[in-house]
């Protein structure tokens, strides 16, 4: 297992990004459901962001994405329900935990998306914490009417 003050130790000396999936942190077997999946992520997450406090993380920000089922090549839309939303995890892939500085470069996306809040509360969630539904693919996986990727990030600014 790895310690995640460790990690934050080593961030706050390099500021370079640090990338870790979740289960670096918990037990795959403790992986029953999707719901577990989903709830365990977001105890890891909430860890990150109160262990975050003891260190000077000016313009840091802390992201859980986790990937979700691609939905063909239709926009499907933010789910209404936790319940909707839980369903859509994608098992085979593991959430993963992002700690970086921002860029405050102008992104211009070459991407056919769509992206919104989610219209519910998640209440393991802090109220600090953005939680953003995403579907997106590029022009040319547009134009080879590829599918829709789809992901669920949190996202906790430090400023």
């Not at 790895?2 to 403790?30: A, G, M, P, W």
């Not at 089922?69 to 209404?80: A, H, S």
């Not at 085979?92 to 919104?116: A, D, N, Q, V």
Request: hydrophobic share 40%.
């Amino acid at each position: 297992m790895i310690d995640i003050v460790k990690i934050l130790e080593r961030f706050s000396e390099s500021f370079n990004t640090e990338s870790h999936h979740i289960d670096e942190f918990v037990t795959e077997s403790s992986f029953q459901t999707k719901k577990d999946i989903f709830f365990d992520s977001i105890n890891v997450f909430n860890e990150f962001i109160s262990n975050a406090a003891n260190y000077s993380l000016a313009t840091t920000q802390i992201d859980l994405q986790f990937e979700l089922l691609n939905c063909g090549n239709f926009i499907r839309t933010v789910p209404k329900s936790i319940d909707s939303l839980i369903n859509l995890l994608d098992e085979s892939t593991m959430p993963e935990i992002t700690i970086y500085t921002p860029k405050k470069e102008i992104w211009r996306p070459k991407l056919e998306m769509y992206f919104c809040p989610i219209p519910f509360n998640i209440s393991a969630v802090g109220e600090d914490v953005h939680v953003l539904y995403e579907e997106y693919r590029t022009m040319e996986e547009h134009e080879s009417n590829e599918e829709f990727l789809s992901w669920l990030t949190l996202s906790y600014l430090i400023s």
